[in-house]
């Protein structure tokens, strides 16, 4: 059964910095394009970027030159890395497969707030 579990997230003041951790189960990790997406309620899923399978990253215009994505293959671990957050960062962060979607996680909350 795959999984996935997100982690890191918290309350940050604006300027600030999180990591966020995503561990996998259940799946061929190092095969996978394993993507970040955000939601905040009543609007949809946002993606944030994506990495794959050798470190190749996109991320998305509102995010980039501030987040940046890594993965650790050996522990079926994917990162990202958020540096200046701002307010509009404030949502519920999930990784997920970009090609190969599995069950969503619980995700982790981000609130950046003075």
């Known amino acids: 059964q795959v999984q996935v579990a997100e982690s890191g997230g918290g309350l940050v003041q604006p300027g600030g910095s999180l990591r966020l951790s995503c561990a996998a189960s259940?799946?061929?990790?190092?095969?996978?394009?394993m993507a970040w997406y955000r939601q905040v309620p009543g609007k949809e899923r946002e993606r944030v970027g994506f990495?794959?399978?050798?470190?190749?990253?996109n991320e998305a215009p509102s995010v980039k030159g501030r987040f940046t994505i890594s993965r650790d293959n050996a522990k079926n671990t994917v990162f990202l890395q958020m540096n200046n957050l701002k307010p509009e960062d404030t949502a519920v962060y999930y990784c997920n497969s970009l090609a190969s979607p599995f069950p969503w996680g619980q995700g982790t909350q981000v609130t950046v707030s003075s």
């Open positions: 259940g799946i061929i990790f190092e095969n996978q394009v």
């Open positions: 990495i794959g399978p050798r470190g190749a990253t």
